[in-house]
C-alpha cells in the first residue's frame, strides 16, 4: 500500500474499508495487553522448584548462615555467577536484592549526593547535571533522571546503538554531562545489539568528559537470547580497562526475566575501589541483602550451563510470541513506509515507528478497540517523542492467541491513522 500513490477516492474507499474493519474489532469488546515487558506466569512457573529448594541447609559453601544478618555484598556463589554472566572479575561484583533498579537508583544517589570520590566530586555541587540519553529508551530510567533534576539529552538511536557522532560531540562539548543510560544488548525498546565500535567508544567517554563521568551500563538482557545463535556483545569493563576508564563503569543485571521477576537478585559490576565506596553508603541502608534468596538462585541457577538451560526454555515460550508480531509487521509493512521496526535476536521488546505524527493516534485507537500499548512518548524522556512515532511492543505476557488478535488491531490502528492523515 503506497498511499502517497493513491487517488482522494481510493483513499477514502480504503478509509471506509479500515473504520469497518475497526468497529468489528470493537464490537468484540476484546481486552488485549501489550504493555509492560514482564514475565508471563508460564515463564515464571520454570523457577517455582526455588521454593523449597534449600530443604532446611541455610549455609552456603564457605559455611555463611545465610539466615542471618551481614554479607553486605552477597554470597559467594553467587558473586561468582553474576562475574561469569558479566564476563568480569568476581571481587568486582556485589550482589544485591531483588531489583537491579534500586541498584542503579542507589549509584545515582551515590554519584548525585555523596560522590564517588569524596564529596567535592558529588555531582550536586555543579550547577547543571545531564545525562545523554539515547532513545528511544527505558522509561524507568528516565524517571531516576527526572527524580534527581537530571536534564535529560536525547541521543538517537541506531542499529549499532547511541549515534557515537553525536555522542561524542555531545559529551566533548558539554562537562555538564555527566552520565549516560545505556541498555547495550537486546535493548529496551529497540532490541539492538551495541556494536563492538559502539561499546569500545561508549567505554572510553570518561577520557573526553568532564569530571566525574559515569556509564549506566544496564544489562538487564545479556543472557536473553531467542534465537541459537545469536549476536555477541563486546566486553565493556574490559574495554573500560584498556583505555583506562574503569572507574567510569557500572554495570547492571539481574534475575528478574531469569527466575520471579519480583523475587530475584540483582548485581553490580563496578571497580573495587567504586565498590568499596557503594558498600560503605549501602551499609548504613541496610545490614546485608536477602541471603536465603540468593543461595536458593544458586542452587537453581549453579553455572553458565544450567542457566543457558533454563533460558532456552523461557525461549521456547517466548519466541513464538515474538515470531507473530513479527510476521504480521511484515505481512501488514514489509512492502511499503507506513512504519519501520527492527528484528531483536532477544530481549522482550520490538519497537515499531509509524509515519511521524502517529504514534499517539495509533495507541488511542487501539485502546478504544480493546488492545492496551505503552503510551505514545514513553520511551523518552519527558515522556515526550519528538517525531510522535515511536511504540514499544511488549508481547511476552498474552497467550499466542491473544498476541494474534492484538497485531490484527494494532496493524488496523497503523493503516487507519495514516489514511486519515493523508486525507486530512
Ligand atoms: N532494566 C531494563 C532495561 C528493563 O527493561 C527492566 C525491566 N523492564 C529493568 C531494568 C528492571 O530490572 P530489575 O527487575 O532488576 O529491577
Not at 542471618?68 to 556463589?77: H, K, L, Q
Not at 521477576?261 to 560503605?280: I, M, Q, R, S
Request: aromatic fraction near 8%; include cysteine.
Amino acid at each position: 500500500m503506497n498511499i502517497q500513490s493513491l487517488s482522494t477516492e481510493q483513499l477514502q474507499s480504503l478509509e471506509q474499508e479500515l473504520t469497518a474493519e475497526y468497529k468489528s474489532f470493537q464490537a468484540q469488546d476484546l481486552k488485549l495487553d501489550l504493555t509492560r515487558g514482564k514475565p508471563s506466569s508460564e515463564q515464571l512457573s520454570l523457577s517455582d522448584s526455588l521454593d523449597g529448594i534449600l530443604t532446611g541447609n541455610y549455609k552456603n559453601e564457605d559455611g555463611t548462615d545465610t539466615r542471618n544478618y551481614g554479607g553486605i555484598d552477597g554470597i559467594i556463589e553467587m558473586k561468582r555467577l553474576g562475574a561469569a554472566v558479566l564476563g568480569v572479575e568476581q571481587n568486582e561484583i556485589l550482589v544485591g536484592g531483588n531489583a537491579s533498579l534500586t541498584l542503579m537508583y542507589q549509584c545515582v544517589l551515590q554519584a548525585y549526593l555523596f560522590g564517588f570520590d569524596g564529596p567535592d566530586s558529588a555531582w550536586n555541587k555543579e550547577e547543571k547535571v545531564k545525562f545523554a540519553c539515547p532513545v528511544p529508551g527505558y522509561d524507568r530510567h528516565f524517571s531516576i533522571c527526572e527524580a534527581f533534576g537530571i536534564e535529560m539529552v536525547n541521543v538517537p538511536m541506531t542499529d549499532t546503538g547511541p549515534d557515537i557522532e553525536a555522542l561524542t560531540d555531545l559529551v566533548k562539548s558539554d562537562p555538564s554531562v555527566k552520565g549516560i543510560w545505556c541498555v547495550p544488548k537486546y535493548s529496551n525498546p529497540t532490541g539492538i545489539i551495541y556494536s563492538d565500535e559502539t561499546v569500545a567508544a561508549i567505554a572510553g567517554l570518561a577520557n573526553i568528559a568532564g569530571p566525574n563521568f559515569k556509564v549506566f551500563w544496564d544489562n538487564a538482557y545479556i543472557v536473553h537470547d531467542l534465537v541459537a545463535n545469536p549476536g555477541t556483545l563486546a566486553n565493556v569493563m574490559a574495554s573500560a580497562k584498556e583505555q583506562g576508564t574503569q572507574d567510569s563503569i557500572l554495570q547492571f543485571c539481574s534475575t528478574s526475566k531469569i527466575t520471579h521477576a519480583g523475587a530475584g537478585v540483582a548485581f553490580l559490576n563496578a571497580t573495587e575501589k567504586n565498590l568499596a565506596t557503594f558498600k560503605k553508603s549501602l551499609g548504613i541502608a541496610t545490614i546485608g541483602p536477602d541471603k536465603i534468596n540468593q543461595l536458593r538462585h544458586a542452587i537453581l541457577l549453579p553455572n553458565m550451563d544450567a542457566l543457558a538451560a533454563h533460558m532456552r526454555k523461557h525461549a521456547e515460550i517466548l519466541k513464538p510470541r515474538f515470531d507473530l508480531v513479527l510476521s504480521a509487521l511484515q505481512e501488514a509493512f514489509g512492502d511499503n513506509d507506513l512504519g519501520s521496526w527492527e528484528s531483536p535476536e532477544g530481549g522482550y521488546f520490538i519497537s515499531f515507528d509509524t509515519q511521524p505524527g502517529l504514534a499517539k493516534e495509533v495507541v488511542s485507537l487501539a485502546g478504544q478497540a480493546g488492545v492496551k500499548l505503552t503510551p505514545a512518548g514513553a520511551t523518552f524522556p519527558y515522556g515526550e517523542d519528538p517525531n510522535d512515532q515511536n511504540i514499544r511492543i511488549a508481547p511476552s505476557v498474552p497467550t499466542l492467541q491473544e498476541v494474534e488478535s492484538a497485531m490484527q488491531i494494532f496493524v488496523n490502528c497503523v493503516k487507519l491513522a495514516t489514511v486519515r492523515k493523508a486525507l486530512a
